[in-house]
Protein backbone atom coordinates (compact mmCIF):
# COMPACT_ATOMS: atom_id res chain seq x y z
CA UNK A 1 0.00 0.00 0.00
CA UNK A 2 1.18 3.47 -1.09
CA UNK A 3 1.31 6.51 0.91
CA UNK A 4 2.53 10.18 0.94
CA UNK A 5 2.48 12.81 3.18
CA UNK A 6 -0.92 13.77 2.30
CA UNK A 7 -1.91 11.14 3.79
CA UNK A 8 -0.38 11.80 7.05
CA UNK A 9 -3.40 13.05 9.93
CA UNK A 10 -2.93 16.86 10.47
CA UNK A 11 -0.89 16.44 14.12
CA UNK A 12 1.65 14.69 12.59
CA UNK A 13 2.39 17.27 9.75
CA UNK A 14 2.18 19.63 11.86
CA UNK A 15 5.16 18.30 14.15
CA UNK A 16 6.79 17.77 11.38
CA UNK A 17 6.71 21.04 10.53
CA UNK A 18 7.47 22.40 13.83
CA UNK A 19 10.73 21.03 13.63
CA UNK A 20 11.30 23.34 10.60
CA UNK A 21 13.38 26.60 11.53
CA UNK A 22 10.73 29.08 12.12
CA UNK A 23 11.95 31.86 9.04
CA UNK A 24 11.83 31.35 5.37
CA UNK A 25 11.52 27.90 5.08
CA UNK A 26 8.69 27.65 7.19
CA UNK A 27 6.99 30.70 5.46
CA UNK A 28 6.92 29.20 2.35
CA UNK A 29 5.52 25.93 3.61
CA UNK A 30 2.10 28.10 3.80
CA UNK A 31 2.36 28.02 -0.58
CA UNK A 32 2.25 24.19 -0.99
CA UNK A 33 -1.59 23.96 -0.54
CA UNK A 34 -4.49 24.95 2.15
CA UNK A 35 -4.05 22.64 4.08
CA UNK A 36 -0.28 22.82 4.50
CA UNK A 37 -1.10 26.51 5.19
CA UNK A 38 -3.79 25.49 8.20
CA UNK A 39 -1.22 23.73 9.67
CA UNK A 40 1.56 25.70 9.14
CA UNK A 41 -0.20 28.62 11.11
CA UNK A 42 -1.02 26.48 13.83
CA UNK A 43 2.75 25.91 13.87
CA UNK A 44 3.56 29.57 13.92
CA UNK A 45 1.10 30.32 16.46
CA UNK A 46 1.92 27.29 19.04
CA UNK A 47 5.47 28.39 18.85
CA UNK A 48 4.71 31.75 19.50
CA UNK A 49 2.77 31.11 22.30
CA UNK A 50 4.96 28.35 23.85
CA UNK A 51 8.03 30.60 23.73
CA UNK A 52 6.05 33.60 25.61
CA UNK A 53 4.79 30.63 28.15
CA UNK A 54 8.36 29.33 28.82
CA UNK A 55 9.68 33.16 29.02
CA UNK A 56 6.95 33.55 31.61
CA UNK A 57 8.38 30.55 33.35
CA UNK A 58 11.79 31.29 33.13
CA UNK A 59 12.53 27.57 31.32
CA UNK A 60 14.63 28.85 28.52
CA UNK A 61 17.74 27.23 27.24
CA UNK A 62 21.23 28.07 25.71
CA UNK A 63 22.11 26.84 22.34
CA UNK A 64 25.43 28.07 21.10
CA UNK A 65 25.82 28.14 17.14
CA UNK A 66 29.55 27.18 16.18
CA UNK A 67 31.09 29.03 12.86
CA UNK A 68 31.49 26.85 10.43
CA UNK A 69 34.69 26.78 8.41
CA UNK A 70 35.50 28.66 5.59
CA UNK A 71 32.35 31.26 5.48
CA UNK A 72 32.89 34.64 5.95
CA UNK A 73 32.86 35.10 9.73
CA UNK A 74 32.21 38.44 11.36
CA UNK A 75 35.31 40.05 13.42
CA UNK A 76 35.12 40.09 17.09
CA UNK A 77 33.18 43.08 18.28
CA UNK A 78 31.68 44.87 21.00
CA UNK A 79 29.38 48.10 21.29
CA UNK A 80 27.69 47.64 18.12
CA UNK A 81 24.60 47.70 16.94
CA UNK A 82 21.75 45.04 15.99
CA UNK A 83 18.04 44.33 15.08
CA UNK A 84 16.16 42.17 13.16
CA UNK A 85 13.81 41.87 9.91
CA UNK A 86 12.04 39.38 8.72
CA UNK A 87 14.65 36.69 8.44
CA UNK A 88 17.48 38.32 9.40
CA UNK A 89 19.63 39.74 11.99
CA UNK A 90 21.77 43.15 10.90
CA UNK A 91 24.66 44.15 12.62
CA UNK A 92 26.42 47.64 12.36
CA UNK A 93 29.76 48.81 13.50
CA UNK A 94 31.01 48.11 17.10
CA UNK A 95 34.84 48.27 17.71
CA UNK A 96 37.76 45.77 18.78
CA UNK A 97 39.92 44.95 22.03
CA UNK A 98 41.77 47.91 21.29
CA UNK A 99 38.75 49.92 20.70
CA UNK A 100 39.48 50.03 16.94
CA UNK A 101 35.63 51.37 15.36
CA UNK A 102 34.08 49.61 12.67
CA UNK A 103 31.41 51.34 10.08
CA UNK A 104 30.54 48.08 7.85
CA UNK A 105 27.12 46.42 8.04
CA UNK A 106 26.40 42.58 8.21
CA UNK A 107 23.42 40.44 7.73
CA UNK A 108 22.77 36.59 9.81
CA UNK A 109 20.55 34.67 7.52
CA UNK A 110 18.65 33.52 10.54
CA UNK A 111 17.65 30.20 8.25
CA UNK A 112 21.34 28.76 7.72
CA UNK A 113 22.91 31.03 10.20
CA UNK A 114 25.53 32.11 8.29
CA UNK A 115 27.34 35.85 8.15
CA UNK A 116 26.71 37.84 4.81
CA UNK A 117 28.71 41.09 4.36
CA UNK A 118 26.92 43.32 2.74
CA UNK A 119 28.29 45.87 0.38
CA UNK A 120 26.29 48.79 0.54
CA UNK A 121 26.17 52.02 -1.69
CA UNK A 122 25.30 55.79 -0.69
CA UNK A 123 27.14 57.92 2.06
CA UNK A 124 28.23 55.40 4.44
CA UNK A 125 28.28 56.45 8.44
CA UNK A 126 31.63 57.57 10.10
CA UNK A 127 33.10 54.18 12.14
CA UNK A 128 31.31 54.12 15.60
CA UNK A 129 30.66 52.29 18.84
CA UNK A 130 27.71 52.56 21.16
CA UNK A 131 25.32 53.96 18.23
CA UNK A 132 21.34 52.87 18.28
CA UNK A 133 19.96 50.88 15.44
CA UNK A 134 16.39 50.52 14.51
CA UNK A 135 13.81 49.25 12.32
CA UNK A 136 11.12 51.65 10.66
CA UNK A 137 9.26 50.68 7.25
CA UNK A 138 11.87 48.94 5.63
CA UNK A 139 14.62 51.01 6.66
CA UNK A 140 17.44 51.38 9.62
CA UNK A 141 17.54 54.20 12.03
CA UNK A 142 21.24 54.93 12.60
CA UNK A 143 21.78 57.74 14.82
CA UNK A 144 24.91 58.81 17.53
CA UNK A 145 28.05 56.80 18.65
CA UNK A 146 31.62 57.56 19.08
CA UNK A 147 34.96 56.43 17.58
CA UNK A 148 38.87 57.12 18.72
CA UNK A 149 40.89 60.29 17.49
CA UNK A 150 43.18 59.83 14.32
CA UNK A 151 45.79 60.60 16.35
CA UNK A 152 45.78 58.98 19.44
CA UNK A 153 47.43 60.97 21.90
CA UNK A 154 46.56 61.48 25.96
CA UNK A 155 44.87 64.65 25.69
CA UNK A 156 42.50 64.16 22.38
CA UNK A 157 39.36 63.44 23.61
CA UNK A 158 36.98 61.15 21.68
CA UNK A 159 34.77 62.14 18.76
CA UNK A 160 31.71 62.11 19.57
CA UNK A 161 28.15 61.85 16.68
CA UNK A 162 24.99 63.18 16.40
CA UNK A 163 24.94 62.27 12.87
CA UNK A 164 21.52 60.60 11.24
CA UNK A 165 21.65 57.82 8.77
CA UNK A 166 19.12 55.80 7.24
CA UNK A 167 20.31 52.41 5.54
CA UNK A 168 17.20 51.05 2.79
CA UNK A 169 17.05 47.70 3.36
CA UNK A 170 15.55 47.53 -0.52
CA UNK A 171 17.72 49.66 -2.11
CA UNK A 172 20.78 48.52 -0.32
CA UNK A 173 21.68 52.25 0.50
CA UNK A 174 22.53 54.68 3.26
CA UNK A 175 21.42 58.11 2.85
CA UNK A 176 22.66 61.11 5.35
CA UNK A 177 19.57 63.28 7.15
CA UNK A 178 20.93 66.63 7.73
CA UNK A 179 18.49 68.55 10.31
CA UNK A 180 18.20 72.22 11.45
CA UNK A 181 18.04 71.14 15.15
CA UNK A 182 19.90 68.29 16.58
CA UNK A 183 20.86 66.60 20.07
CA UNK A 184 24.31 67.21 21.23
CA UNK A 185 26.71 64.24 19.93
CA UNK A 186 25.45 61.70 22.10
CA UNK A 187 26.96 58.29 22.58
CA UNK A 188 26.07 55.11 25.09
CA UNK A 189 22.32 56.01 24.56
CA UNK A 190 18.78 54.37 24.33
CA UNK A 191 16.15 54.89 21.84
CA UNK A 192 12.69 53.26 20.65
CA UNK A 193 10.10 53.79 17.88
CA UNK A 194 6.82 54.98 18.65
CA UNK A 195 4.36 55.68 15.94
CA UNK A 196 6.24 57.69 13.60
CA UNK A 197 8.88 59.25 16.46
CA UNK A 198 12.19 58.21 17.76
CA UNK A 199 12.67 58.90 21.23
CA UNK A 200 16.06 59.20 22.55
CA UNK A 201 16.90 58.95 26.17
CA UNK A 202 20.09 59.94 28.32
CA UNK A 203 23.43 59.13 27.09
CA UNK A 204 27.17 60.48 27.54
CA UNK A 205 26.90 63.94 25.51
CA UNK A 206 30.19 65.66 24.61
CA UNK A 207 31.42 64.37 27.96
CA UNK A 208 28.95 64.54 30.62
CA UNK A 209 25.73 62.44 31.39
CA UNK A 210 22.23 63.01 29.98
CA UNK A 211 19.02 62.71 31.28
CA UNK A 212 17.05 64.92 28.03
CA UNK A 213 14.25 63.22 26.31
CA UNK A 214 14.64 64.02 22.28
CA UNK A 215 12.02 63.07 19.45
CA UNK A 216 12.61 63.30 15.65
CA UNK A 217 10.10 62.71 13.21
CA UNK A 218 10.69 60.05 10.49
CA UNK A 219 8.33 61.51 8.54
CA UNK A 220 10.05 64.90 8.20
CA UNK A 221 13.15 64.09 10.31
CA UNK A 222 12.83 67.01 12.35
CA UNK A 223 14.14 66.72 15.67
CA UNK A 224 13.09 68.51 19.23
CA UNK A 225 13.77 68.51 22.66
CA UNK A 226 10.77 67.37 24.85
CA UNK A 227 9.59 68.81 28.12
CA UNK A 228 9.36 66.49 30.96
CA UNK A 229 8.31 66.22 34.79
CA UNK A 230 10.77 67.74 37.15
CA UNK A 231 11.04 63.91 38.42
CA UNK A 232 13.12 62.39 36.24
CA UNK A 233 15.62 59.55 35.98
CA UNK A 234 19.02 60.11 36.74
CA UNK A 235 21.25 61.40 34.40
CA UNK A 236 22.76 57.60 33.16
CA UNK A 237 24.23 55.98 29.98
CA UNK A 238 23.86 52.30 28.94
CA UNK A 239 20.28 52.21 30.19
CA UNK A 240 17.84 49.75 28.22
CA UNK A 241 14.84 51.37 26.66
CA UNK A 242 11.60 49.23 26.28
CA UNK A 243 8.68 50.18 24.14
CA UNK A 244 5.29 49.48 25.80
CA UNK A 245 2.99 50.89 23.24
CA UNK A 246 2.20 54.17 21.52
CA UNK A 247 2.35 56.56 24.54
CA UNK A 248 5.22 54.60 26.84
CA UNK A 249 8.39 53.56 27.17
CA UNK A 250 10.25 51.76 30.40
CA UNK A 251 14.13 52.72 30.71
CA UNK A 252 15.70 49.80 32.91
CA UNK A 253 19.12 50.23 34.66
CA UNK A 254 22.02 52.49 33.37
CA UNK A 255 25.43 54.07 35.12
CA UNK A 256 25.11 57.11 36.68
CA UNK A 257 28.69 57.79 37.81
CA UNK A 258 32.35 55.70 38.33
CA UNK A 259 31.14 52.59 39.96
CA UNK A 260 27.43 53.61 40.28
CA UNK A 261 25.32 51.22 38.43
CA UNK A 262 21.21 51.15 38.64
CA UNK A 263 19.03 48.22 38.39
CA UNK A 264 16.06 50.58 38.49
CA UNK A 265 13.28 51.05 36.37
CA UNK A 266 11.18 54.59 35.23
CA UNK A 267 8.14 55.01 33.14
CA UNK A 268 7.69 57.81 30.71
CA UNK A 269 4.42 58.69 29.66
CA UNK A 270 3.98 60.51 26.38
CA UNK A 271 1.00 62.90 26.77
CA UNK A 272 0.44 66.57 26.73
CA UNK A 273 3.36 69.05 26.72
CA UNK A 274 5.32 67.96 29.06
CA UNK A 275 5.43 64.04 29.62
CA UNK A 276 5.12 62.42 32.85
CA UNK A 277 8.10 60.10 34.39
CA UNK A 278 7.47 57.91 36.91
CA UNK A 279 9.37 55.56 38.97
CA UNK A 280 8.43 52.01 38.87
CA UNK A 281 7.65 50.36 42.59
CA UNK A 282 10.22 46.90 41.84
CA UNK A 283 9.38 43.42 43.78
CA UNK A 284 11.33 40.29 44.27
CA UNK A 285 14.58 42.07 44.54
CA UNK A 286 16.45 39.26 45.82
CA UNK A 287 16.13 37.37 42.11
CA UNK A 288 17.00 40.50 40.14
CA UNK A 289 20.63 40.95 38.24
CA UNK A 290 23.58 42.28 40.45
CA UNK A 291 23.43 45.08 37.45
CA UNK A 292 21.84 46.46 34.18
CA UNK A 293 24.75 48.45 32.60
CA UNK A 294 26.43 47.46 29.08
CA UNK A 295 23.05 44.39 28.93
CA UNK A 296 20.74 44.55 26.59
CA UNK A 297 17.12 43.80 27.14
CA UNK A 298 14.43 42.28 25.16
CA UNK A 299 10.50 42.71 25.83
CA UNK A 300 8.89 39.15 24.88
CA UNK A 301 4.87 39.46 25.71
CA UNK A 302 4.37 41.24 29.26
CA UNK A 303 8.06 40.03 29.99
CA UNK A 304 11.74 41.70 29.55
CA UNK A 305 14.25 39.40 29.23
CA UNK A 306 17.74 40.72 30.86
CA UNK A 307 21.27 38.64 30.69
CA UNK A 308 23.98 39.38 33.47
CA UNK A 309 25.64 37.52 36.26
CA UNK A 310 23.41 36.00 39.10
CA UNK A 311 24.40 37.87 42.70
CA UNK A 312 26.03 34.22 43.79
CA UNK A 313 28.52 34.55 41.12
CA UNK A 314 28.90 38.45 41.55
CA UNK A 315 32.44 39.58 43.49
CA UNK A 316 33.39 42.87 45.36
CA UNK A 317 34.60 45.41 43.01
CA UNK A 318 34.37 43.38 39.59
CA UNK A 319 32.68 45.86 37.80
CA UNK A 320 33.78 46.03 34.33
CA UNK A 321 33.45 49.89 33.10
CA UNK A 322 34.64 51.44 29.85
CA UNK A 323 33.33 54.80 30.77
CA UNK A 324 34.52 54.32 34.09
CA UNK A 325 36.09 57.89 34.67
CA UNK A 326 33.44 60.12 34.54
CA UNK A 327 34.65 62.63 37.45
CA UNK A 328 33.66 66.09 37.84
CA UNK A 329 37.21 66.55 39.49
CA UNK A 330 38.52 69.57 37.76
CA UNK A 331 37.81 72.29 35.62
CA UNK A 332 35.12 71.53 32.81
CA UNK A 333 37.43 71.48 30.09
CA UNK A 334 39.15 68.65 31.68
CA UNK A 335 36.12 67.10 33.19
CA UNK A 336 35.00 66.88 29.52
CA UNK A 337 38.62 64.94 29.31
CA UNK A 338 38.44 62.66 31.89
CA UNK A 339 35.05 61.41 30.34
CA UNK A 340 35.87 61.42 26.80
CA UNK A 341 38.88 59.54 27.53
CA UNK A 342 37.81 57.05 29.91
CA UNK A 343 35.09 56.28 27.36
CA UNK A 344 37.41 53.88 25.30
CA UNK A 345 38.96 52.50 28.47
CA UNK A 346 42.42 50.31 28.54
CA UNK A 347 44.38 50.92 25.78
CA UNK A 348 47.72 49.87 26.84
CA UNK A 349 50.39 51.79 25.38
CA UNK A 350 49.12 54.78 23.94
CA UNK A 351 51.43 54.80 21.27
CA UNK A 352 50.57 51.24 20.50
CA UNK A 353 47.27 51.67 19.64
CA UNK A 354 45.84 49.38 17.15
CA UNK A 355 44.37 51.45 14.19
CA UNK A 356 42.53 48.15 12.27
CA UNK A 357 41.48 49.41 8.78
CA UNK A 358 37.72 49.11 8.02
CA UNK A 359 36.33 52.17 7.11
CA UNK A 360 34.00 50.97 4.17
CA UNK A 361 34.00 47.35 4.20
CA UNK A 362 33.82 47.20 0.31
CA UNK A 363 36.54 44.11 -0.28
CA UNK A 364 37.46 40.93 1.47
CA UNK A 365 35.77 39.06 4.77
CA UNK A 366 36.32 38.48 8.53
CA UNK A 367 37.87 35.51 8.63
CA UNK A 368 39.41 36.29 11.87
CA UNK A 369 41.33 38.78 13.68
CA UNK A 370 44.60 38.20 15.57
CA UNK A 371 45.89 41.38 17.64
CA UNK A 372 48.92 41.30 18.63
CA UNK A 373 49.94 42.57 22.75
CA UNK A 374 50.31 45.90 23.64
CA UNK A 375 54.03 46.93 24.66
CA UNK A 376 54.47 48.02 28.40
CA UNK A 377 53.34 51.11 28.98
CA UNK A 378 55.90 53.94 30.20
CA UNK A 379 53.61 56.42 31.34
CA UNK A 380 53.66 57.23 34.77
CA UNK A 381 50.97 55.17 36.78
CA UNK A 382 48.22 57.64 37.27
CA UNK A 383 48.28 58.54 33.69
CA UNK A 384 48.42 54.61 32.76
CA UNK A 385 45.67 53.88 35.62
CA UNK A 386 43.19 56.07 33.71
CA UNK A 387 43.11 54.18 30.62
CA UNK A 388 43.21 50.91 31.85
CA UNK A 389 39.89 48.74 31.42
CA UNK A 390 39.70 46.03 33.75
CA UNK A 391 37.59 44.32 36.84
CA UNK A 392 38.98 46.55 39.98
CA UNK A 393 40.28 42.83 41.26
CA UNK A 394 42.62 42.27 37.98
CA UNK A 395 45.70 42.84 39.83
CA UNK A 396 45.28 40.18 42.26
CA UNK A 397 47.74 38.10 39.97
CA UNK A 398 50.98 40.52 39.69
CA UNK A 399 53.12 39.10 42.74
CA UNK A 400 55.93 38.18 40.65
CA UNK A 401 55.38 41.19 38.26
CA UNK A 402 58.75 43.40 39.64
CA UNK A 403 60.67 40.86 41.32
CA UNK A 404 64.23 41.06 39.60
CA UNK A 405 65.90 37.78 38.18
CA UNK A 406 69.49 37.80 39.55
CA UNK A 407 72.24 36.68 37.32
CA UNK A 408 75.49 35.45 38.86
CA UNK A 409 78.41 34.14 37.34
CA UNK A 410 78.39 30.96 38.83
CA UNK A 411 76.67 28.20 37.11
CA UNK A 412 74.70 26.72 40.00
CA UNK A 413 73.15 30.11 41.47
CA UNK A 414 72.31 30.46 37.03
CA UNK A 415 70.51 27.13 37.22
CA UNK A 416 68.69 28.26 40.49
CA UNK A 417 67.36 30.96 38.69
CA UNK A 418 65.97 29.10 35.42
CA UNK A 419 64.32 26.75 38.39
CA UNK A 420 62.33 29.40 39.91
CA UNK A 421 61.29 31.18 36.64
CA UNK A 422 59.70 27.10 35.64
CA UNK A 423 57.52 27.30 38.51
CA UNK A 424 56.25 30.62 38.17
CA UNK A 425 55.39 29.00 35.26
CA UNK A 426 53.84 26.31 36.02
CA UNK A 427 52.66 27.96 38.79
CA UNK A 428 50.54 30.90 36.45
CA UNK A 429 49.20 27.74 34.36
CA UNK A 430 47.53 26.40 37.23
CA UNK A 431 46.28 29.94 37.81
CA UNK A 432 45.27 30.28 34.20
CA UNK A 433 43.01 26.75 34.22
CA UNK A 434 41.60 27.52 37.58
CA UNK A 435 40.41 30.74 36.74
CA UNK A 436 38.82 29.98 33.38
CA UNK A 437 37.36 26.82 35.94
CA UNK A 438 35.67 29.66 38.17
CA UNK A 439 34.92 32.27 35.28
CA UNK A 440 31.59 33.25 35.46
CA UNK A 441 28.98 33.28 33.02
CA UNK A 442 25.76 35.31 31.89
CA UNK A 443 22.24 33.99 33.58
CA UNK A 444 18.88 35.12 32.53
CA UNK A 445 16.76 37.03 34.17
CA UNK A 446 12.81 37.98 33.79
CA UNK A 447 11.02 41.10 34.78
CA UNK A 448 7.18 41.33 34.57
CA UNK A 449 5.94 44.28 33.36
CA UNK A 450 2.17 43.44 33.29
CA UNK A 451 1.08 46.06 35.56
CA UNK A 452 3.75 48.65 34.91
CA UNK A 453 0.97 50.52 32.86
CA UNK A 454 -1.50 50.08 35.92
CA UNK A 455 -1.84 53.00 38.93
CA UNK A 456 0.59 50.83 41.07
CA UNK A 457 3.00 51.46 38.43
CA UNK A 458 4.95 47.83 39.62
CA UNK A 459 6.98 45.12 38.15
CA UNK A 460 8.31 42.28 39.46
CA UNK A 461 11.49 39.76 39.10
CA UNK A 462 10.38 36.26 38.30
CA UNK A 463 11.90 33.40 40.62
CA UNK A 464 13.49 31.46 38.74
CA UNK A 465 14.68 27.36 39.03
CA UNK A 466 18.29 26.96 37.33
CA UNK A 467 18.56 24.59 35.22
CA UNK A 468 22.27 24.27 35.59
CA UNK A 469 22.94 25.28 32.10
CA UNK A 470 25.65 27.56 32.04
CA UNK A 471 25.66 30.14 29.27
CA UNK A 472 28.23 32.38 27.61
CA UNK A 473 31.22 33.77 29.22
CA UNK A 474 30.28 36.92 31.26
CA UNK A 475 30.22 40.36 28.78
CA UNK A 476 28.86 43.35 28.60
CA UNK A 477 28.36 45.31 25.09
CA UNK A 478 27.05 43.23 23.06
CA UNK A 479 23.46 42.83 21.28
CA UNK A 480 20.32 40.78 22.18
CA UNK A 481 17.89 40.61 19.97
CA UNK A 482 14.33 39.13 19.42
CA UNK A 483 13.91 36.52 16.95
CA UNK A 484 11.38 34.24 15.84
CA UNK A 485 10.75 32.40 18.72
CA UNK A 486 14.10 32.66 20.27
CA UNK A 487 16.05 35.18 21.06
CA UNK A 488 19.95 36.15 19.74
CA UNK A 489 22.91 37.08 21.86
CA UNK A 490 26.24 38.32 19.94
CA UNK A 491 29.79 39.24 20.69
CA UNK A 492 30.36 41.63 23.62
CA UNK A 493 33.51 42.09 25.69
CA UNK A 494 34.89 40.07 28.50
CA UNK A 495 37.38 40.03 31.11
CA UNK A 496 40.45 37.75 31.18
CA UNK A 497 42.60 37.39 34.28
CA UNK A 498 45.23 34.61 33.69
CA UNK A 499 47.88 36.96 32.78
CA UNK A 500 50.21 38.18 35.90
CA UNK A 501 51.38 41.39 33.86
CA UNK A 502 48.68 43.35 33.71
CA UNK A 503 50.18 45.92 30.99
CA UNK A 504 49.95 42.93 28.65
CA UNK A 505 46.32 42.51 29.34
CA UNK A 506 43.78 42.54 26.60
CA UNK A 507 40.27 42.48 27.39
CA UNK A 508 38.67 39.64 25.35
CA UNK A 509 36.12 40.44 22.81
CA UNK A 510 33.97 37.93 20.90
CA UNK A 511 32.01 37.42 18.03
CA UNK A 512 30.02 34.39 18.66
CA UNK A 513 26.44 33.34 18.67
CA UNK A 514 24.26 31.78 21.42
CA UNK A 515 20.61 31.19 20.89
CA UNK A 516 18.27 31.31 23.45
CA UNK A 517 15.11 29.10 23.14
CA UNK A 518 12.36 27.30 24.76
CA UNK A 519 12.42 23.42 25.37
CA UNK A 520 10.79 21.45 22.34
CA UNK A 521 7.50 21.75 22.11
CA UNK A 522 5.46 18.78 20.63
CA UNK A 523 2.33 19.35 19.17
Known amino acids: MECNIDDLPDVVLEYILSLIPPYKNLQECKLVSKRWFRATKNVIQHNKAHFHKSVAYGSLLWSPWPPEHGTPTIAKRHSHSACTYENSMYVFGGCTAR ?76 IVINTLETPPPT ?117 VVVLSISKCQNKPNDMSISFKKVTCQTAPSARTSNASSSLHGRQGSVSHVDRDVNINGRHGSFSGI ?36 RYNSHRQNQLECFHRVAERVRYEKMQSKSAKKARNTLSIFVLDITNVLCDECSASWIPLQRNGQSGPNERVLYSLVAGRGELIVFGGIGKEQASSYPEMYEPKVYNDLHFINPPRYVI
Not at 112 to 126: D, F, V
Not at 398 to 404: K, V
Open 370 to 405: SIQNPRPSHHPPNIKKNFTLCYDNMLSMTAFRNEPV
Open 99 to 174: YTTFNDLWRLDLDTRKWIRLITMGTYPSPRGCATMLYYKKSFILFGGWSHPELCSVYQQLKFYNELHVYSIESNRW
Open 187 to 303: SAHSASIHKNYMIVFGGICNGYRSNDVWCLNLDSYSWHKQATSNLKPQPRYGQCQIELGDKHLLVLGGCTGPNDVMNDAWLLKMEGTAWTWKKVNMHNTEWAPTRIWGHQACKVGNY
